[in-house]
Nanobody, 125 residues
Framework: QVPLVESGGGLVQAGGSLRLSCAASGRNFSRYAVGWFRQSPGKERSFAAGIAWNGYTVYAPSVKGRFTCSRDNAVNTIYLQMNSLKPEDTAVYYC???????????????????WGQGTRVTVSS
């Protein structure tokens, strides 16, 4: 299985926006939920957002209302639109696909495979 590839990270001021992309290969990718996780220095990797194969989305309370997850199965890409960014959103963001097809996105790291290398997001105050 091929790791997913994240892109779109960068430096942004508080209140700004970024859009992350998660590109995948494989003809069955559209059948799988995809999760976005993030890891800040000194902290454990944690769930931020996820999207099911049918577009159903789940968000961590800390990002709900500010982040929007979407997918374009025609190009095998998942997006994370991040608005109203805060310094505490600073982290490396990772995407991964769920182990099982046709499921809903869960918040547990162990449920995901094909982790990408991550893309760094830095929000300055």
């Amino acid at each position: 299985q091929v790791p997913l590839v994240e892109s779109g990270g960068g430096l942004v001021q508080a209140g700004g926006s970024l859009r992350l992309s998660c590109a995948a290969s494989g003809r069955n990718f559209s059948r799988y939920a995809v999760g976005w996780f993030r890891q800040s220095p000194g902290k454990e990797r944690s769930f931020a957002a996820g999207i099911a194969w049918n577009g159903y989305t789940v968000y961590a309370p800390s990002v709900k209302g500010r982040f929007t997850c979407s997918r374009d199965n025609a190009v095998n890409t998942i997006y994370l639109q991040m608005n109203s960014l805060k310094p505490e959103d600073t982290a490396v963001y990772y995407c991964a696909s769920h182990r099982f097809p046709s499921g809903v996105p869960t918040m547990r790291l162990v449920d995901y495979v094909n982790w990408g290398q991550g893309t760094r997001v830095t929000v300055s105050s």
